[in-house]
């Protein structure tokens, strides 16, 4: 989104302000009067939340993602043996916090599918999981960190639950950690919705469209997310 936005203001002039952070707490802050004129979400629920408090817009899907596992180095999971691992209660599996972080909520998505596979898994990993990121009292990398990288390079999870695209941005910054795929009958998609406030400038409109444009869903696909 950043060198997408930069991009934007290069051809069109127009200054772009960007916050990040977890949707649910974004969420939060815009419901509280922060003026956002344009949400973007790593799910639909919370953008369908502001549409139908009023004053915004149906939400619009403008990537998707997949859940995959981030590891560390001395732990030897493959698709097949990823539910063994994370039941193993030698190993700690951590996520993000659910209702704050979509993410969160993916992984208990997991969680739930787990239990299709194997009686009681969701019982066993919903109290197991360590909430590590997303939450508002989650603790935050220092500068120049991403959040996943240093969670594992500071050893604080054997097995860490996360959207494919942080895995890969993670590996490449700590090359000693693992990405184990999903198998099949575990995976789960994520939709990512964008919504605009409802009488916002012309350019909150534009920057939205540009963001479904061929160029911005380019730069999408570089790093990892799917085609809407």
């Known amino acids: 989104l950043t060198e997408i936005a930069r991009e934007h203001e290069a051809r069109t002039g127009q200054k772009v302000a ?36 009023g004053g915004w817009a149906p939400h619009t899907v403008f990537v998707r993602n997949s859940l995959c596992a981030l590891t560390q180095a001395n732990v030897n999971a493959t698709p097949q043996t990823l539910l063994d691992t994370m039941l193993n209660p030698a190993v700690r599996l951590g996520t993000s916090t659910p ?33 590590l990121t997303g939450g508002p009292d989650s603790p935050k990398p220092p500068a120049g960190q991403g959040t996943y990288a240093w969670v594992m390079d500071q050893g604080q999870a054997d097995v860490f639950l996360t959207y494919c695209t942080n895995a890969v941005a993670s590996q490449k910054e700590v ?22 406030r409802q009488g916002a400038p012309v350019q909150a409109e534009a920057f939205a469209r540009a963001l479904l444009a061929p160029g911005a869903q380019a730069a999408f696909a570089r790093y990892g997310f799917g085609k809407p």
């Open 175 to 196: 090359p000693r950690l693992k990405l184990v795929q999903m198998p099949a009958e575990l995976q789960v998609g994520a939709a990512y919705g964008l919504t605009v």
């Open 99 to 131: 209702k704050a972080d979509p993410s969160g909520d993916y992984a208990w998505e997991l969680f739930r599918k787990a239990d299709g596979v194997r009686a009681g898994a969701y019982a066993a990993l919903d109290a197991k999981a360590l909430k």
């Open 18 to 53: 960007l916050t990040f952070g977890a949707s649910g707490l974004l969420r939060e802050r815009i419901e509280k009067g922060e003026g956002a004129m344009v949400f973007a979400s790593a799910d639909t629920q919370h953008p369908q939340r502001l549409a139908a408090a």
